[in-house]
Structure formats: structure tokens, C-alpha cells
């Protein structure tokens, strides 16, 4: 009798394990989905955490779709809209574009006057004859200084943009918008913002020196890093708050060397030539846009005047690192910034941005 009830108190044991088990592989949470999408040039990477798998997997999609759309779009130098915009403006016309289009020459116009012309997407010649439009990077030459300069004389910029509504007109004939400075970062603004509108709450966005999040990584923030410009490894960590956008601008992706001169894909609209002395600039920001922006400007303007630039664009976080290795940050970036296998490479030196920066009165 006593060995039935222990037999029968072993087995309701084991079926009560059993549906504990049970219990527990039905409450599991959803496995992370990933998508790699091939825009921009650029491997665009899309994350979602806690999202059923049909869900995530359709919006995920919906999302690439909008990604590619925009690809096509906004490419200064294949047949599309932007194309057809630079056309006109070269023939002195009026364009009509799409609603997303004018809105984004709007941010980067603002976003090139506050720079105070640091950055500029209205100078696509001089990045056309520099070599730096194409997929590849350019081979040969630099450009003849002759050709530089009669390009810089003619003094493009997207405050020569007219925009009303959807109808864009430029001033200057010369004009030839290239929107690769900022483009990446505005697409994962709009990719985002698609995400949400599908349900989705926690996920991450990469798109290869830009990273995009939404929510968190469970209990904790998503965490990225930052890229070492000089060797494979990263200078430091950062854990991003829901909504924020963390893009870098170097001259270690893109370039050409000659004479043992690396150019950089990163032209100084103000002499027609590539910037030196910056590698690397990280900047954090709520807006993606302007965060890429921001780094593309905070590179032209170097070391000595960033602070003054990063001010006048309205962004706090930065991180500068310069060719012979220096580290600066902000004291809003020095506190996100975590290090990596015991340490920074560098000594992190703290940078206060100057008060009472008044912003140029931008259209």
C-alpha cells in the first residue's frame, strides 16, 4: 500500500514536472529577428526584441521596402527623382518632388546653415570630381587645383534651395545635391518611425556607422560601440536610451591615398578639398539626422573650432578623435562613454561646449 502511494506520489511528481517544463518553453520569449537589407552602399541591419516572429517579419519587411524606395529616391547619380531635381536646377527649372524628399532638403538646409556651412549637401560636383559619388572607392589623381577652385567660386549652397511645398528650385545653377552626408541618418529616422507605426516597440537599427534604437534590449539599453579608427577593435561602448541615434563620421572607410596622403570622402565645401586632421567623429542625438549631420560638419570644422559648431547645431554628445590619436568628448558624451577590455586606447579629454553660441538665422 505504502509502495502504490509513493509510486503514484512519484508519478503526479513527474507530470507535474512535466507541465512545469511545458509551462516554462511556452513562456519563453520570442527569439530576436534579424533582416540585412543593401542600401545606401552600406549593409542596413534591422533587430527586433520581444516581437513574434510573423510580426516582426512583416513589418521588418515593410520597412525594407521603404528603405529601398528611398534608396532610389535620393540617389544623386542614378535615374530617380533626386537625379532629376539636379537636372533641373542645372537647367535652371523648377522641380516638383515628393512630400519625403522636400522635407528632407528642408532638415538639410537648416541643418547646413546652422553648421554655418561646414556641411553642405549642395556641393555633389566637387564630390563627383573627387570620385567619391561612385559605389567603389576612386582610383588616380586627385582633382587638378584649378578644377577644385573654379568649383568653390561658384559657391554652392542648399541656402540657395527655394522650396515651396513640393516644388524645389535652386539660385545657383551650380548647385549639385549630393545628400550622402546625412541621408543614412534621416532613412533610419523614417525607418524607425515605420517600425512603431507596426507595433513594434524594442529593436534596434545599424546601417554601418549609424545605429538607430527603439525602447530597450530588455531590462537593459541596447549597447553599441564605437568603432577603433586605427586598428579592428572599438575605443569605447555607449548604452543608448530609447529613441536615441549614434552616428560616426571617419575618414577610414572611404578614401584614397596618394603620396602617402589619405583623402578622405569628407569635403571642406570652403576649399574644395578633403578635411585633415579628424578620423573620427561620433556624435548622440535623438534625431539621426542630424547626429550624421552633425559628424560630417564636426570633422570640416576640427579640432580647434568643433565646440563652437557642435553648439550652434544644438547637439551635446560628441566624440572627436584626431590623426594622432587624442580623444575628446563632450562632458555629455565623456558620461556614456564605457570602456572596453579595461580602458580607453586614449586619455578621454573633456571638451565644454561655449555658451551663448547664437545659431545663424536659418530659413
Known amino acids: 500500500m505504502t509502495a502504490g502511494r509513493t509510486a503514484l506520489r512519484l508519478s503526479l511528481a513527474g507530470l507535474a514536472l512535466a507541465a512545469v517544463v511545458a509551462g516554462?518553453?511556452?513562456?519563453?520569449?520570442?527569439?530576436?529577428?534579424?533582416?540585412?537589407?543593401?542600401?545606401?552602399?552600406?549593409?542596413?541591419?534591422?533587430?527586433?526584441?520581444?516581437?513574434?516572429?510573423?510580426?516582426?517579419?512583416?513589418?521588418?519587411a515593410k520597412v525594407g521596402h521603404r528603405l529601398q524606395q528611398i534608396h532610389h529616391d535620393w540617389h544623386a547619380w542614378r535615374p530617380g527623382r533626386l537625379e532629376?531635381?539636379?537636372?533641373?536646377?542645372?537647367?535652371?527649372?523648377?522641380?516638383?518632388?515628393?512630400?519625403?524628399?522636400?522635407?528632407l532638403l528642408r532638415e538639410g538646409r537648416q541643418l547646413a546653415?546652422?553648421?554655418?556651412?561646414?556641411?553642405?549637401?549642395?556641393?555633389?560636383?566637387?564630390?563627383?570630381?573627387?570620385?567619391?559619388?561612385?559605389?567603389?572607392?576612386?582610383?588616380?589623381?586627385a582633382p587638378p587645383d584649378a578644377v577644385l577652385d573654379a568649383l568653390v567660386a561658384r559657391h554652392p549652397r542648399m541656402t540657395d534651395l527655394r522650396i515651396s511645398g513640393t516644388e524645389v528650385r535652386s539660385d545657383n545653377p551650380a548647385v549639385q545635391l549630393d545628400l550622402g552626408a546625412y541621408a543614412k541618418g534621416a532613412a533610419l529616422d523614417l525607418a524607425a518611425a515605420d517600425l512603431r507605426a507596426e507595433g513594434i516597440e524594442n529593436a534596434v537599427l545599424n546601417a554601418g556607422g549609424g545605429v538607430q534604437v527603439i525602447g530597450r534590449h530588455d531590462a537593459r539599453p541596447w549597447r553599441v560601440a564605437i568603432r577603433d579608427p586605427f586598428q579592428w577593435g572599438v575605443v569605447a561602448a555607449v548604452s543608448l536610451h530609447p529613441d536615441e541615434a549614434l552616428h560616426t563620421s571617419g575618414n577610414y572607410?572611404?578614401?584614397?591615398?596618394?603620396?602617402?596622403?589619405?583623402?578622405?570622402?569628407?569635403?571642406?565645401?570652403?576649399?574644395?578639398?578633403p578635411m585633415q586632421g579628424i578620423v573620427s567623429v561620433s556624435?548622440?542625438?535623438t534625431s539621426?539626422?542630424?547626429?550624421?549631420?552633425?559628424?560630417?560638419?564636426?570633422?570640416?570644422?576640427?579640432?580647434?573650432d568643433w565646440p563652437k559648431v557642435a553648439a550652434a547645431m544644438g547637439v551635446h554628445a560628441v566624440m572627436m578623435i584626431t590623426d594622432d590619436g587624442t580623444i575628446y568628448a563632450t562632458p555629455a558624451m565623456k558620461a556614456r562613454l564605457e570602456p572596453v577590455d579595461g580602458g580607453f586606447p586614449a586619455p578621454v579629454h573633456v571638451v565644454d561646449l561655449p555658451t551663448g553660441v547664437v545659431s545663424p538665422d536659418c530659413p
Open 113 to 141: 546653415c546652422a553648421s554655418g556651412g561646414l556641411f553642405d549637401p549642395a556641393i555633389g560636383r566637387l564630390i563627383e570630381v573627387w570620385g567619391f559619388h561612385a559605389d567603389t572607392p576612386p582610383e588616380g589623381a
Open 24 to 60: 516554462v518553453r511556452l513562456a519563453q520569449p520570442d527569439p530576436d529577428i534579424r533582416e540585412t537589407f543593401f542600401v545606401f552602399g552600406t549593409l542596413v541591419e534591422i533587430e527586433t526584441r520581444g516581437v513574434p516572429e510573423d510580426k516582426a517579419r512583416a513589418a521588418i
Open 288 to 304: 539621426g539626422a542630424r547626429a550624421d549631420a552633425a559628424a560630417t560638419a564636426l570633422s570640416v570644422a576640427g579640432p580647434a
Open 253 to 273: 572607410e572611404r578614401f584614397f591615398d596618394q603620396g602617402g596622403v589619405r583623402f578622405s570622402h569628407i569635403i571642406d565645401p570652403r576649399s574644395g578639398r
Open 84 to 103: 532629376s531635381l539636379n537636372a533641373a536646377i542645372a537647367d535652371g527649372r523648377a522641380f516638383t518632388v515628393d512630400p519625403a524628399l522636400a522635407d
Open 283 to 285: 556624435v548622440l542625438d
